[in-house]
């Protein structure tokens, strides 16, 4: 791989990490509704359905994803069904504030590392759009001849280093705005605008085509 092509795949990675979906619109969820460090996790939890894909791209088992009407269909079908159950979970989230304190005591009902984790986790690796990206573009950066395992793991620790701060800093801007949602009705509405965001691109993987273009 050389440097010219790298640094394409930055720009590329560039791109398709700041372009909205259902990553952003989670970190921002949980970085307003947690604060950036428990949004954090969630985070790595995306990095790690990312790498799952670029695995799943490199060695080849996403083409045959993408040749296989079924099982195109049947992740599809799955990561439409897991976005829009995290936002129907978002939208009627319980909204406990103690009037006496600037603070919300929702903040104690923070869900555990593990679950934070693997909703990152599963939102990255049923995305069928993620599979498309990673099939249609990977191949592009990897030199044919070149050993296969070196180049997979340079593209994937940049993507990954990119993504990390495109999703903490959209963390970041969200808990900014904790102050704003310091009541009842602010928290409530601030959960049923993400929960209605994840249903709507949970309800837009259903059009995904498995040959776009």
Same mark, same amino acid.
């Given at each position: ?12 990675? #560039? ?21 950036? =460090? ?37 992740? =599809? ?50 995305? !069928? =759009? ?8 990977? !191949? ?9 395992? !070196? ?8 993507? #990954?280093?990119?993504?990390? %701060?495109? %999703? ?19 928290? =409530? ?22 040959? !776009?273009?």
């Amino acid at each position: 791989m050389t440097l010219a092509t790298w640094i394409t795949f930055v720009i590329a990675a #560039c791109i398709i990490a700041i372009s909205p979906g259902s990553g952003a619109v989670l970190s921002m969820s949980h970085g307003l509704s947690y604060g950036v =460090k428990p949004a954090s996790v969630t985070i790595l939890g995306l990095q790690a359905g990312l790498l799952m894909i670029l695995v799943i791209a490199g060695a080849g088992v996403g083409s045959l994803l993408l040749a296989s009407e079924v099982a195109f269909n049947a992740v =599809k079908i799955i990561g439409a069904l897991y976005l829009i159950y995290l936002g129907i979970s978002q939208w009627r989230a319980s909204v406990d504030v103690d009037d006496t304190s600037p603070h919300l005591s929702a903040a104690a009902d923070i869900p555990g590392w593990k679950k934070r984790l693997m909703t990152g986790f599963l939102t990255n690796a049923t995305n !069928p =759009k993620g599979i498309i990206f990673m099939v249609a573009v990977l !191949p592009q950066f990897i030199t044919s001849g070149a050993a296969l395992l !070196p180049q997979l793991l340079i593209l994937g620790i940049t993507m #990954c280093a990119i993504d990390l %701060m495109v %999703m903490h800093s959209y963390a970041f801007a969200a808990s900014s705005m904790q102050r704003y949602f310091r009541d009842a009705r602010a928290m =409530k509405k601030q959960n049923r605008f993400f929960g209605g965001v994840l249903m709507a691109v949970g309800a837009a993987l259903f059009f995904v085509k498995r040959n !776009p273009g």
